[in-house]
């Protein structure tokens, strides 16, 4: 593809080795071969193909395989459709860096990441002065006013040799609990860090310069756990009752390596100068993570095993960086409010500001977070993977080639569609599929419940392998359309964010009124359209100026965490702060649910704006 040649370990599918690469597909089943994302197309060449799963009798006859399940047989020559390659918005990615960096210099002018560096200048042994090595290393700190440093026996191990390679003219690095890692012969002008998002559904890795700041690189991929299950539920029990923990820590840290391995190689970057890592995720992630069996975030009465996490060396996380350096992971609240979430709220800034705000991160779980700078409250509700790509006929991720905005005319019914890269779409993501539910509802073509209507006269209504469904396109290749089961699939997800944030609120005494910002996350954060998603009763019917968009603020929080002392200590912060309820003993928690299940509610007064435009 484009020229590439990636080589292959005998028996390893074309996706393993392409991945190994830094070629990353869309693989919403994490290599089931059950999702038929993963479709490339084979030139030249043969290959053993285990099975076809979704592919058509046409695309299999134009030599379209799934890469999960295909092996090389020897030499071959692929196509990769733009539809199959997972690309991370790297504009999006380096713009919000840079704000992101520009607020850390205003709170905080000197980075503070969590490891430091200093040059020592040591005396040389002699005959006369029969000083040991640790003694004189801690003389030469001491001169430096620095007094409470602690030695690992590795760091021990291996300092008389760094001492004497440096003639006594050293780099130490350490971390800001004043633990020795390591010695080098110059402090080099870079040092690195991670940022990490382990999502449910995708796992992002930032490859950041802690000496400025700077974002080097990026990577998004699939979490390889999805071949476990696609929520955290099956996969806790997987963990517990299938014995697969370490399956699906060595899943989650395999997927984090092999994101780094290219970057470190695009950037001529060696391992040892990464010497720190920030890890956020939801509570069942870092977990996982860590290898900490998560049976008891599933049974009542719904216990982490850690919300604050001791700094573990990079060693122990196996993750292939500097293995001395400290990995800093995003505190948690509750079982289903992890760092993930305290990580949004550190980026959103709304725990300074007085003013009540609202958080919603929209991803495979909905987690939301309501309060200021004196108080706050989370929750979180389980909305399955829809908005992310997965779990939708034609789902796919907000890249190239994605639907993201519809407009139905009223009278013909007639599509027109707004694809992301100005080309040919090749499937819709999340915004795209609120756009659809939202025009075909206004246009009269599916009812409250979300029901297509078979009355209508037009063939953009048919019967297709699941049931009814709406063709949003005609390909050459194939079809795109949006199922009935995927309507119903959508709003499930909405009813279970507005009855989450209905209920919090009334936890609280509060009404929606009193509210004065909006803040989204999410991967779709940046393209949603507000006025679809009040429309579908996704978003609470408030004034647009209230919402901000704000992306992945997962990643975000983790970023800022790198490079700030002040940052990590204030996610400690507001992981204290948050008040955190579980909504799945809540009583109200199901009727909410129940009611919101129409579109957009069974109580249209709840949604001024869309009963004026629907005259209820
Ligand atoms: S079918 Fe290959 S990843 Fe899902």
Same mark, same amino acid.
């Given at each position: ?27 919403? !089943? ?57 690309i991370i918005g790297d504009k999006i990615a380096v713009s919000k860096t840079k704000d992101l ?14 490891? %430091? ?49 440096? *003639? ?29 998002d ?6 992002v890795?930032y490859?950041?310069?802690? #000496?400025?700041?700077?974002l080097?690189?990026s990577g998004i ?43 470190? @190689?695009?950037?001529?970057?060696? %391992?040892?100068?990464?010497?720190? #890592? ?69 980026a ?37 993977? !829809? ?10 991720r907000a890249t190239e080639?994605?639907?993201e ?8 019914? @007639? ?5 992301i890269g ?7 993501c ?62 499930? #997800? ?27 996350a999410g991967g779709f954060g940046n393209y949603l ?15 647009? @100026?209230?919402?901000?968009f704000i992306g992945n603020t997962?990643i975000a929080? *983790?970023y ?9 200590? @204030? *996610? ?45």
């Amino acid at each position: 593809m484009n020229g590439k040649t990636v080589s292959a370990d005998p028996g390893k599918t074309l996706y393993e080795a392409l991945k190994a690469s830094g070629v990353y597909l869309v693989a919403s !089943c994490g290599g089931k071969g059950v999702c038929g994302k993963c479709r490339v197309r084979l030139l030249e060449g043969s290959a053993k193909v285990e099975a076809t799963g979704k592919l058509l009798k046409k695309e299999i006859e134009e030599k379209f395989v799934l890469a999960c399940k295909t092996v090389p047989e020897g030499d071959l020559l692929i196509e990769v459709p733009e539809e199959s390659k997972l690309i991370i918005g790297d504009k999006i990615a380096v713009s919000k860096t840079k704000d992101l960096l520009q607020y850390l210099q205003s709170v905080e002018p000197e980075l503070t990441p969590a490891v %430091r560096r200093i040059v020592l200048k040591l005396d040389p042994p002699s005959i006369q002065d029969n000083t040991g090595d640790l003694e004189r290393l801690k003389a030469a700190l001491d001169a430096q006013d620095i007094r409470d440093m602690d030695f690992s026996h590795p760091f021990i191990l291996a300092m008389s040799m760094a001492l004497r390679g440096a *003639a006594w003219d050293v780099c130490l690095s350490y971390t800001e609990k004043h633990e020795a890692i390591g010695l080098s012969a110059v402090c080099k002008a870079h040092h690195y860090g991670l940022a990490v998002d382990i999502g449910t559904t995708t796992v992002v890795v930032y490859l950041v310069n802690c #000496a400025d700041g700077t974002l080097v690189d990026s990577g998004i991929t699939y979490n390889s756990q999805m071949r476990y299950g696609d929520d955290v539920i099956t996969r806790i029990v997987y963990a517990t009752e299938g014995g697969g923990l370490q399956a699906l820590r060595d899943a989650i840290v395999h997927d984090i390596n092999d994101l780094l391995a290219p970057m470190i @190689e695009r950037n001529g970057i060696d %391992r040892e100068d990464i010497d720190s #890592a920030v890890v956020s995720g939801n509570t069942t992630m870092s977990q996982l993570f860590w290898g900490l069996d998560p049976a008891s975030i599933r049974e009542e009465p719904y216990i982490p095993t850690v919300n604050y996490y001791p700094v573990w060396r990079a060693g122990t996380s196996h993750l292939k960086i500097n293995s001395q350096g400290p990995v800093y992971t995003m505190p948690s609240v509750g079982s289903y409010v992890g760092g993930d979430i305290v990580a949004g709220v550190l980026a959103s800034k709304m725990y300074k500001n007085p003013e009540v705000a609202l958080f919603m991160d929209i991803g495979t779980n909905g987690e939301i977070a309501v309060g200021n700078s004196d108080w706050m409250m989370t929750a979180a509700c389980s909305m399955g993977p !829809c908005f992310e790509g997965s779990g939708i006929r034609h789902g796919m991720r907000a890249t190239e080639g994605a639907i993201e905005s519809i407009r139905i005319d009223p009278s013909s019914f @007639e599509p027109s569609l707004g694809v992301i890269g100005d080309t040919p779409p090749s499937g819709i993501c999340g915004s795209g599929m609120i756009d659809a539910i939202s025009e075909l509802f206004v246009a009269g073509v599916i009812d409250q419940k979300g029901k297509l209507r078979s009355d209508l006269s037009t063939d953009r209504i048919r019967t297709g392998d699941e049931g009814p469904e709406f063709v949003l396109h005609r390909g050459e290749r194939k079809d795109i359309v949006l199922a009935e089961v995927d309507i119903e699939n959508v709003i499930r #997800a909405k009813a279970a964010l507005y009855a989450g944030v209905s209920v919090l609120l009334k936890e609280v005494g509060l009404t929606l009124e009193v509210v004065e910002r909006i803040y989204i996350a999410g991967g779709f954060g940046n393209y949603l359209n507000v006025d679809k998603a009040i429309m579908i009763g996704m978003l609470p019917d408030l004034p647009k @100026e209230k919402f901000s968009f704000i992306g992945n603020t997962s990643i975000a929080g *983790a970023y800022l965490c790198l490079l700030s002392a002040q940052m990590r200590q @204030e *996610a400690e912060e507001i992981a204290r702060k948050m008040t955190y309820m579980e909504l799945s003993v809540s009583r109200g928690f199901m009727d909410e649910y129940m009611s919101a299940l129409f579109l957009p509610h069974t109580d249209f007064s709840l949604f001024p704006t869309v009963q004026a435009l629907y005259g209820k």
